[in-house]
Antibody, heavy 122, light 111 residues
Framework: EVQLVESGGGLVQPGRSLRLSCAVS????????MHWVRQAPGKGLEWVSG????????GYADSVKGRFTISRDNGKNSLYLQMNSLKPEDTALYYC???????????????WGQGTLVTVSS | QSVLTQPPSVSGAPGQRVTISCTGS?????????VHWYRHLRGTAPKVLIY???NRPSGVPDRFSGSKSGTSASLAITGLQAEDEAEYYC???????????FGGGTKLTVL
């Protein structure tokens, strides 16, 4: 069974940092690109960042570019999102998701994890 | 304002057919990028319903179908059931933004 389990969310003050993790199992992790997607309270889904199978290609939404860094450890079957200079508008449920292929070419996301909640507030 | 435009809500009676539209532009759907559709209950994992415009993953009933033409796409649901109530999102890639974009979501209500 394919599983994606996010962790690392919590309450953090504006300007501080947080690192999210996504542990995966049930498929060959290093065959697939991976993504982070978030949903703010009362809002829709927003793609945050994606990374190719070998970390050779990474992409970011304009809203997080320069503040967030996506990475992966294929030996540990894990995906990460380092979030720096956090803002209140980064408050959201953060999902990790598996891409349909190994490269970032506009594929669908399947499956998704259950999400980890990040709250940025003083 | 989402890059892909969806109606905020649609509704239908049990057994009826509804469609949800998704309108993009020349930098996403119109550029030939595929559209994908997801079903989402807030707080749970979104689930893909249709991928690459028209394809259904195994386990998704054939009551769900997708189409795409030019800068627009549609998700059709026939034989509406109470359990179809959820939020539905379209998704594609945008070459100007160099990233994935979602529609604003459409809440489906089964009357």
């Amino acid at each position: 069974e394919v599983q994606l389990v996010e962790s690392g969310g919590g309450l953090v003050q504006p300007g501080r940092s947080l690192r999210l993790s996504c542990a995966v199992s049930g498929f060959t992790f290093d065959d697939y690109a991976m993504h982070w997607v978030r949903q703010a309270p009362g809002k829709g889904l927003e793609w945050v960042s994606g990374i190719s199978w070998n970390s050779g290609s990474r992409g970011y939404a304009d809203s997080v570019k320069g503040r967030f860094t996506i990475s992966r450890d294929n030996g540990k079957n894990s995906l990460y999102l380092q979030m720096n200079s956090l803002k209140p508008e980064d408050t959201a449920l953060y999902y990790c998701a598996k891409d349909g292929s190994g490269v970032l070419v506009g594929n669908w996301f399947d499956p998704w994890g259950q999400g980890t909640l990040v709250t940025v507030s003083s | 304002q989402s890059v892909l435009t969806q109606p905020p809500s649609v509704s239908g009676a049990p057994g009826q057919r509804v469609t949800i539209s998704c309108t993009g532009s020349s930098s996403n759907l119109g550029a030939g990028y595929d559209v994908h559709w997801y079903r989402h209950l807030r707080g749970t994992a979104p689930k893909v319903l249709i991928y690459t415009n028209t394809n259904r993953p195994s386990g998704v009933p054939d009551r769900f179908s997708g189409s795409k033409s030019g800068t627009s796409a549609s998700l059709a649901i026939t034989g509406l059931q109470a359990e179809d109530e959820a939020e539905y999102y379209c998704q594609s890639y945008d070459s100007s933004l160099r990233g994935w974009v979602f529609g604003g979501g459409t809440k489906l209500t089964v009357l």
